[in-house]
């Protein structure tokens, strides 16, 4: 996940984002880092979690996703918005999408083919799904075939004990399974969907692990998972590094840190060390890392001392970004913007400053991106970071939801009014949210955030027509117009 990359931007940031959105499964709350999501205008829901939470076998094999309600199968394709269910096919809302990893799905899906019910609570912020699917309960448990299925975070592995033990914890409980020698062990790195045998000691605490067991108790396989980030180190601000592809790295406390084979501390990590970052696919914590630096021989001809962009706001299609670099003069200089942009060329107008711009195109949505320079002069090459991420989208904020609906009759002549917002890259400017009701502006009357506009009406209106028109804006500029009628059978 690109996350802001200097603290006080960090700050600013955190104190203006909106409300995450929270998830509620048959009464427990399910903790989800990352949660549901709006993109394309839709609500997405991580969807190995939730699977899972509801009691259903998840499995992934490339892009396919796999997951069997009683005796129908389900296979999901990333991309596609069909779903198949057995030798029939349905159509989702929108496409199975992975960002930054993580594997979601339309809201509906879990409506329309498990047979569950869910709910958006645009007042709460949170999602709410009901469903008398068999299986785990809050302990991390499915049935499968003839056993069931354990999983969560592993807590602890003890390959000394007679029997071996695996200690596995989920929603706050902890259970230690004993692991018997003819136990199966495959190890997966989910990033590059790579399994291969392994042995009980290649699973680490903070990996994910499902433990495939038998009725009489006897494990039969052990499925270790984590994710894999692998880079080089170009800058480093206060708890976090930035790699050569853009992503920002923010290890937790619990990270185990080794430089060169040694035990290390963040502190430790220097630009142009290679890392290789592991983290627990369900939570992103991340657990592992393993940096290692050459010895230098030689000393860095080319450094860089700044880099630095005018950008103070969010971008849309058309604005420009002006990019200044100071550092080791007659070098080639370029940035790039995350992983989104990059190699763009700057020139040299003064011995060692170097200018550069790049104009937003349409299309173009990327959150947070960390804005890298580099400077190189035949095999010596020098990275930074600029203190401030750059935010970008080119697609308006959409009106997610309303009411009253479109051509619905009500018997209130107070009827509240309101509208859902669904951000893309760039989250929505709550003061830009307008209201008309029958062409009177009654904005000042209204209740605005970055997720809904609502309005309660202080009189009562006539029967008749009601005409409603909401106008909305996110924090690039971008604006969205939407209106609607309904009609008024009150007393």
Known sequence: MKWIFALLPLLLLAAAAPRPIGIVING??????????????????????????????FDRSGNRIVTRIGSKTVVLTIGSPIAQVDTGELALEGPLLEIKDVLYVPLRFFTDILGAQAHFDRHTNTVTIVAQLVGRSSRGLVPVGSGFERFGTVEAVDVLSDPPTLTLGYNGGIKTIKIGPNAAIDVEDVNVDVTSPGELGDVRPGDFARVEIRKEGRVERIVDEFGSRNGRVVAIAGNQFVLDDGQVISPGRTAEISLNGKAAGFGDLQPNDEVSVRYNVETNEVREILASRRIATVAQRVTIDSIETDVTRPLRAGDTIAVTMHG????????????????QAMQQRAPGV???????PRGANFDDDALIGRLAAGNDIA???APQTISASSTPPGIADFAPDAGATVNNNRPAVYASFAADAVPVNPSSAMLWVDGRDVTSECVRTSQFIQYLPSYEYPN????VTVRVSDQAGNTTTKSWSFTIRGH
């Not at 399910?30 to 699977?51: H, K, M, Q, W």
């Not at 170097?354 to 937003?360: A, K, L, Q, T, W």
């Not at 008749?464 to 005409?467: A, E, F, K, L, T």
């Open 464 to 467: 008749g027509s009601v005409r």
């Open 28 to 57: 427990n709350v399910l903790s989800l880092d990352p949660g549901p999501r709006f993109e394309r205008n839709l609500l997405y829901v991580p969807v190995r979690r939730t699977i899972e939470a509801l009691g259903l076998a």
């Open 383 to 385: 990275h930074a970071a």
């Open 328 to 343: 080791t003069p007659g070098a080639a200089a370029t940035f790039d913007i995350g992983s989104d942009v990059a190699n």
């Open 354 to 360: 170097y200018d550069g711009s790049y104009v937003i």
